[in-house]
């Protein structure tokens, strides 16, 4: 069976120091991995996918089959920026069935 | 605009005291699903369901009950809670032209005394 694991629950930085919330996965086939945010009292909502390849907020996730790792990373941590986040993974061909991660908590320090 | 509408936003109860908590779609989508989100456990899913009068368990199911007589509404049923169900509840829905996967509500924050 798929497994996400985050293994940092909380992370604290100082504002502008760089993030990296690691995320990493075992599952013997070719998954699709997100990353989900969810700021105080919002709904969780995506923040990106890997098969976009693009920069969400100055964060960005590069997909590493070979370490199974799908890090997220910001080079200049915000306040704003505080939040749970999320990784997940999909293995169906729908895509709308998701094994999540057990979060992470990042506090950016002003 | 895309949205999953769950009541209530809070609720306290007793043990035993069965319980609904309503999940409504707008997104014409088949696939919806309830997780439960605890401190340190993240996101668990608990019942999904692939289209009208299909559901299936997730993960942790048990003390749990769900219902899908139409496309837009999936109630989650505690027959007869516990306090360890105490937790933060979310429906989410699949939808149809966005880049979302999963559409989720706002969630609903359960306490069983």
């Known amino acids: 069976a798929q497994r996400v694991t985050q293994p940092e629950k909380l992370l604290s930085v100082f504002k502008g120091a760089p993030v990296e919330l690691k995320c990493n996965y075992s599952?013997?086939?070719?998954?699709?991995l997100f990353w989900y945010v969810q700021y105080s009292r919002q709904r969780l909502q995506l923040l990106l996918r890997?098969?976009s390849r693009e920069s969400i907020k100055g964060f960005t996730a590069d997909l590493n089959k070979g370490e199974t790792s799908f890090h997220l990373k910001k080079p200049f941590a915000q306040e704003e920026d505080s939040a749970m986040y999320y990784c997940?993974?999909?293995?169906?061909?729908?895509?709308?069935?998701?094994?999540f991660g057990g979060g992470t908590r990042l506090m950016v320090k002003p | 605009e895309a949205q999953v509408t769950q009541n209530p936003r809070y609720l306290i109860t007793v043990t035993g005291k069965k319980l609904t908590v309503t999940c409504s779609q707008n997104?014409?989508?088949?696939?919806m699903s309830w997780y439960r989100q605890d401190p340190g456990l993240g996101l668990r899913q608990i019942y999904y369901?692939?289209?009208?009068?299909?559901?299936d368990k997730g993960d942790v199911p048990e003390g749990y009950k769900v219902s899908r007589k139409e496309k837009r509404n999936f109630p989650l049923i505690l027959e007869s809670p516990s306090p360890n169900q105490t937790s933060l509840y979310f429906c989410?829905?699949?939808?149809?032209?966005?880049?979302?996967?999963?559409?989720f509500g706002s969630g609903t924050q359960l306490s069983v005394l």
């Open positions: 997104m014409n989508h088949e696939y």
């Open positions: 599952y013997s086939g070719s998954p699709e």
């Open positions: 369901s692939m289209n009208v009068e299909v559901t």
């Open positions: 989410a829905g699949y939808p149809r032209d966005t880049d979302e996967k999963l559409f």
């Open positions: 997940a993974l999909s293995i169906n061909n729908a895509g709308n069935m998701l094994t």
């Open positions: 890997h098969i």
